[in-house]
């Protein structure tokens, strides 16, 4: 809006955020209730970012939206030129019926919304948008494979190279030049466009192959000149602030990248090869973005969820949540504590990294680098009154005895730990070094779970799988005549025919028999067939009717679960 804003202005007043001499202060400043002052009052820490940008979009009637919050569809981005996205920061996020809804700084600006009507060639809905996270929106949603393959011919031409002989200044130098700092920029902005979750940079013997891994499945990536791989890794390294000159031992880092008003964080490993330096990048999470997800929305099978839910009722015990990395631990964890979060609860969470914020929680970030660890934090948070913790992770004897000690003394422990299914999560605990008798009348149950790729709904089609196929997986002979989903490809997929990703979970509810049987040492197939007769079903189970039900294809389930064990 050109003109200034009074509503904001009066709205601000009537809040009492921000004492009357500097909101008048700021406002003198600023020319009144404009743009700029939203922006200093979120800047200034007078209001967080999303509740001062909803009281602007009350204020003139339009609905505030963050494009790092949404699903953006590429059929919407693609709708509006480059050119006049960036001229006129304005951003197209999604389409409904032959609507387009777009993001931009003055949702009343009448002219530019009629050529811009005609230019999408059908109605707009205007909704506002903070400026500075349109433009970031903008440069990632915008960026392409071939703006990389760009950047990377530029800085061929231009004969960027770093070679054993340079010395840590002169690498430094050459990491911190506009067109190494500008491909790299590029790269993790592509990264976060195709939702990657990870970035693989790989020297090999002729070139550098970059591959980035969506959905969980490593996609085929770009490759280019070997000689650029050491100047991309002084990048990272100088990000992370690591010891640039040394390329002879494995480093790990972090970094952080502003996106307009929101932060993406990464955790990067440096690991020496033969080739040269290996990089890969963990995009661990966007500042503002994660949503605490309900159980409910979580594509839980009922069979399931029924039990999991009575599990998290109980008012001591620990629960378990096993999985690879990446594999949605913590997104399921705080749908239970959502569900458990009241007044009257004290729950404390131990985690690295923080990746939720929830209203009411204590949450603690561990540093080993300062001996703040997980069983350092969870010894104090005894002493802090708890009903429930959140342990981020067991992987030593200290946490583990110390969190089943917890859930022996009227503690309710929630933790995740690295097994390859629910059963075997029952012993791991006696593995670590805890005791037999601590750990068996200790554990409630133990939630396993992986992510498939979801088929995406923009190209999802029926097919008929092969008779030969079907009973290798299902014993119903009638499934010839049900129909099964893939995705065909298509532009909001990458061509990959899938899009997002969908949980699949095993549950071991542990019985007095199962207890029994901890205690006096039995083996894994031993609790299998236990559990079992308690309503066990493996993994592989699940998935199979999460493919009947069209949310995911065989081949994923075949990928991320293994064969039964013969029980």
């Not at 902005?189 to 013997?205: C, F, G």
């Not at 899009?499 to 039995?522: C, N, P």
Request: with cysteine; aromatic share 6%; hydrophobic share 40%.
């Amino acid at each position: 809006m050109t003109q200034s804003n009074e509503a904001f202005l009066e709205a601000l007043r009537q809040s009492d955020a921000i004492p009357k001499a500097a909101l008048e202060r700021l406002v003198d400043r600023h020319h009144g209730g404009t743009l700029e002052l939203l922006r200093a009052v979120i800047q200034d820490g007078y209001l967080g970012k999303s509740r001062a940008c909803r009281m602007w979009g009350d204020s003139i009637g339009k609905a505030y939206v963050d494009p790092f919050e949404l699903i953006v569809s590429r059929e919407a981005v693609n709708s509006i030129p480059y050119e006049i996205a960036t001229k006129k920061t304005v951003l197209g996020l999604y389409r409904f019926g032959n609507v387009l809804s777009v993001a931009l700084p003055d949702p009343y600006d009448v002219e530019f919304l009629e050529r811009l009507e005609k230019i999408v060639q059908g109605p707009v809905s205007p909704l506002f948008g903070l400026p500075s996270e349109i433009e970031t929106a903008i440069a990632i949603q915008y960026q392409t494979r071939n703006d990389l393959v760009n950047r990377l011919k530029s800085l061929t031409e231009e004969g960027f190279r770093i070679d054993e002989a340079q010395s840590g200044d002169q690498v430094a130098v050459m990491a911190e030049a506009v067109p190494v700092v500008e491909l790299f920029e590029s790269l993790m902005y592509y990264a976060l466009r195709e939702r990657a979750s990870d970035v693989h940079i790989q020297p090999q013997e002729e070139a550098v192959s970059v591959r980035i891994r969506v959905d969980g499945i490593l996609r085929e990536g770009i490759r280019f000149p070997r000689t650029l791989g050491p100047a991309l890794a002084a990048r990272v390294k100088v990000m992370c602030d690591l010891d640039i000159s040394e390329r002879r031992l494995p480093q790990d880092g972090r970094f952080s990248f502003d996106l307009g008003g929101n932060t993406a964080h990464f955790r990067v490993s440096v690991m020496p090869s033969i080739h040269g330096e290996k990089v890969v990048i963990r995009v661990l999470n966007v500042s503002g973005v994660k949503q605490v997800m309900e159980l409910e929305k979580m594509f839980f099978s009922q069979t399931v969820l029924q039990p999991f839910r009575k599990m998290i009722q109980r008012p001591n015990g620990i629960i378990f949540v096993t999985g690879p990395t990446g594999s949605g631990k913590t997104t399921t964890l705080y749908g239970a504590l959502n569900e458990i979060n009241v007044v009257g609860q004290n729950l404390v969470t131990i985690e690295d990294p923080v990746e939720y914020q929830l209203n009411g929680l204590t949450q603690v970030q561990v540093k080993p680098g300062i001996g703040l660890t997980f069983g350092r934090v969870l010894r104090s948070t005894l002493r802090q009154d708890p009903d429930v913790i959140l342990v981020g992770e067991i992987r030593d004897l200290e946490t583990a005895k110390t969190a089943s000690e917890a859930a022996l003394t009227g503690h309710l422990v929630f933790a995740t730990l690295h097994t390859n299914n629910a059963v075997q999560a029952t012993v791991r605990l006696i593995e670590l070094g805890v005791e037999p008798f601590i750990v068996a009348p200790s554990i409630l149950g133990v939630l396993s779970q992986r992510l498939a790729a979801r088929i995406c709904e923009n190209c999802r089609e029926p097919y008929y799988p092969p008779r030969e196929e079907l009973r290798r997986h299902f014993l119903d002979e009638g499934l010839e005549k049900v129909a099964f989903y893939r995705g065909a490809g298509c532009s909001e997929c990458g061509n990959s025919g899938y899009q997002g990703r969908v949980a699949v979970h095993e549950l071991v509810i542990v019985t007095e028999e199962m207890r029994a049987m901890i205690s006096g040492g039995a083996d894994l197939v031993e609790l299998a067939r236990a559990a079992r007769r308690a309503g066990y079903h493996p993994m592989r189970y699940d998935g199979l009717k999460k493919v009947l039900l069209g949310l995911t294809t065989i081949d994923e389930i075949e990928r991320i679960t293994m064969e039964e064990m013969p029980i």
